[in-house]
């Protein structure tokens, strides 16, 4: 039975194109005129498609939106992972802040994504839980908790990468959506100073 949320699960190749252009006149549009002006007719034209096709594979606009938000999603942790690369091999001072920054500002950068991430954040059921997006973070976390404390054990390990993950997941889209500069700042530098402190409580707990 389809749900009135995302309908039709694209299995083959054209059927994958076409969500994935859907998502792109998506992306488009929000980041032309921003999400309240949206409607399915203009993502429909924009697309090339009829409105029903539209609604082959999405149940409404806010399904929709949460798509195009999800998809944006993969493409920055995606770019994150490179980075995470980069800062690891550096041997950085502070890995956390220089991580937190570049998603910061990869995601601020991106056209259309504050206006959906705002969206979704008032939009998205809170049962719905981001549990591929947290396992990349955590994998993040882990790596960088491996070069900063080499003798760390399992339990720490995961105590800290529950923590820190958790800590991420809540407060990375306050700082995102915080429009005054000198709030995100703030928001951004305690975000920072609490994931550090769970580093070091880690390191203490193992030494």
């Not at 890995?95 to 950068?109: D, H, K």
């Not at 259309?112 to 809170?126: A, E, M, P, Q, R």
């Amino acid at each position: 039975m389809q749900t009135d949320q995302t309908r039709r699960q694209p299995r083959q190749k054209r059927a994958v194109e076409k969500v994935s252009r859907i998502l792109d006149a998506v992306e488009t549009l929000v980041s032309r005129h921003g999400v309240d002006a949206l409607t399915t007719t203009q993502v429909a034209h924009e697309a090339g498609y009829a409105v029903g096709t539209i609604y082959q594979y999405f149940g409404n606009r806010t399904a929709l939106l949460i798509a195009a938000h999800d998809r944006m999603l993969e493409r920055l942790t995606g770019q994150l992972a490179g980075e995470a690369d980069r800062v690891l091999a550096d041997h950085s001072d502070d890995p956390i802040a220089a991580l937190v920054e570049t998603y910061i500002e990869s995601a601020r950068s991106q056209p259309g994504y504050l206006s959906l991430l705002k969206f979704v954040s008032l939009n998205k059921s809170t049962g719905d839980h981001e549990a591929a997006t947290d396992a990349f973070a955590g994998d993040l976390i882990s790596s960088i908790v491996r070069a900063e404390i080499p003798h760390i054990d399992a339990l720490q390990m995961r105590i800290t990468r529950t923590v820190v993950v958790g800590l991420i997941s809540v407060l990375v889209d306050v700082v995102l959506l915080e429009s005054d500069e000198n709030l995100r700042q703030s928001y951004q530098a305690e975000l920072v100073a609490h994931c550090t402190f769970a580093l070091q409580r880690a390191a203490r707990q193992s030494a």
